[in-house]
């Protein structure tokens, strides 16, 4: 328990390093910090849900310090002035994903237009089986259900950096 709380706020931290550096690479790319020891590589954002009222976007994070490595769905709302998204389980497939919720104010990409929602985290063989056919996934809690379809290019990326 100790170390998976560890781990959670290791990426939480480096989910706030990564996501205040985009506005250095819109369109993805590579980050090393040698003060902190971490380094990683992003995609780039891409809307992905279809939703009728809500716009979900993502980005692929695949984050490595020292000898551990997170690979990371990264989840934001754009903000459409009604109410921000709250969730608090991804499932796929019947599988139940890890996830946690984000919060903060959500500047990326040199502006602040997008909420933070949450991170998928994917073990190394859902990575790849991702990267391969792409990820499906239905975001569930308090305000409600929205299906996500996320390309394998996605994570394809992500990985290529």
Do not use: K
Not at 10 to 37: C, I, K, P
Not at 42 to 61: C, E, F, K, T
């Amino acid at each position: 328990m100790l170390i998976r709380w560890h781990t959670l706020c290791f990426v939480f931290t480096l989910f706030l390093w990564l996501t205040a550096m985009q506005a250095l690479a819109q369109g993805g790319g590579m980050l090393s910090n040698a003060h902190t020891g971490m380094s990683g590589s992003y995609s780039a954002q891409m809307r992905i849900s279809d939703h009728p009222h809500h716009v979900l976007v993502g980005h692929v994070i695949l984050v490595t310090r020292r000898a551990e490595t997170v690979r990371a769905l990264v989840i934001g709302q754009r903000r459409d002035g009604v109410h921000r998204l709250w969730f608090s389980e991804a499932w796929s497939d019947g599988i139940e994903l890890p996830y946690a919720r984000t919060r903060g104010l959500g500047c990326t990409h040199g502006h602040c237009r997008d909420a933070p929602v949450g991170m998928i985290f994917l073990s190394q063989a859902l990575f790849a089986e991702a990267a391969e056919r792409g990820l499906s996934a239905r975001l569930v809690g308090p305000s409600g259900a929205i299906d996500i379809a996320v390309p394998a290019a996605l994570f394809r990326a992500a990985a290529a950096m």
